[in-house]
């Protein structure tokens, strides 16, 4: 199994361009996750997929939207990036059962900077 | 909303030696989870230890422990016996049940350096 795996590494972006960031998990989880680590801020939550078909706001969803493709991908695009957007991008997933709690895996990142 | 303080934002210790990396947390939900996640400098996160709050034991997951304290709603991490490979940003993080999943929130980090 891969896990969680992010698309691309690396990313430099000019302010205003457009893209999309893939996530892809093969554990056959319910939820998924994209955080943005930024220095001395720790993870904050931009968006999170409960189940297929469903997606909804974190605490930093401003300039972001998600798309939940399947169960197994949920991509983030940045319409128009900003440098604001700056940033290092995780992915992650877990089952979501109200019993029994399952930790989040996470994918590797992607670095992203905006000039 | 929950919020989760790390007030260490950077901790040394000798290898071989014990350190204890502080967290505190806010909440008025009486059943919970508490994670430590590590991210070494590959920047991968890596689980190290959980927590139930209904459970009064705390978990241990080898040369980790944990002092969890539900009352003054404290979750330290311990470390024995240091190693090399501990160094990493440690992260605590609560796990919130809300809206149909489950929701990470993290506190700022604590820079751990191990020294030789």
């Known amino acids: 199994n891969a896990g969680v795996t992010q698309t691309p590494k690396f990313q430099v972006l000019k302010t205003g361009q457009s893209m999309t960031l893939q996530c892809a998990q093969d554990?056959?989880?319910?939820?998924m996750y994209w955080y943005r680590q930024d220095p001395g801020m720790g993870l904050r939550l931009i968006y999170y997929s409960a189940s297929e078909g469903t997606t909804d706001k974190g605490e930093v969803p401003n300039g972001y939207n998600v798309s939940r493709l399947n169960k197994r991908e949920f991509s983030l695009r940045l319409e128009s990036a900003a440098p604001s957007q700056t940033s290092v991008y995780f992915c992650?997933?877990?089952?979501?059962?109200?019993?029994?709690?399952?930790?989040?895996?996470f994918g590797p990142g992607t670095r992203l900077t905006v000039t | 909303a929950q919020t989760v303080t790390q007030s260490q934002p950077e901790m040394s210790v000798q290898e071989a030696e014990t350190v204890t990396l502080s967290c505190t947390y806010d909440?008025?939900?009486?059943?919970?989870?508490l994670f430590w996640y590590k991210q070494p400098p590959s920047r991968q996160m890596i689980l190290v230890i959980r927590q139930e709050a209904y459970k009064q034991q705390n978990a241990t997951e080898n040369r980790f422990s944990v002092n969890f304290q539900k009352a003054a709603k404290s979750f330290s991490l311990k470390i024995s016996d240091s190693q090399l490979g501990d160094a990493a940003m440690y992260f605590c993080a609560y796990r919130t049940h809300q809206g149909g999943s489950e929701k990470l929130v993290f506190g700022k980090g604590t820079k751990l350096t191990v020294n030789p």
């Open positions: 554990m056959n989880h319910n939820s």
């Open positions: 992650a997933s877990s089952e979501n059962r109200q019993v029994i709690t399952y930790e989040q895996y």
């Open positions: 909440t008025s939900e009486s059943d919970y989870y």
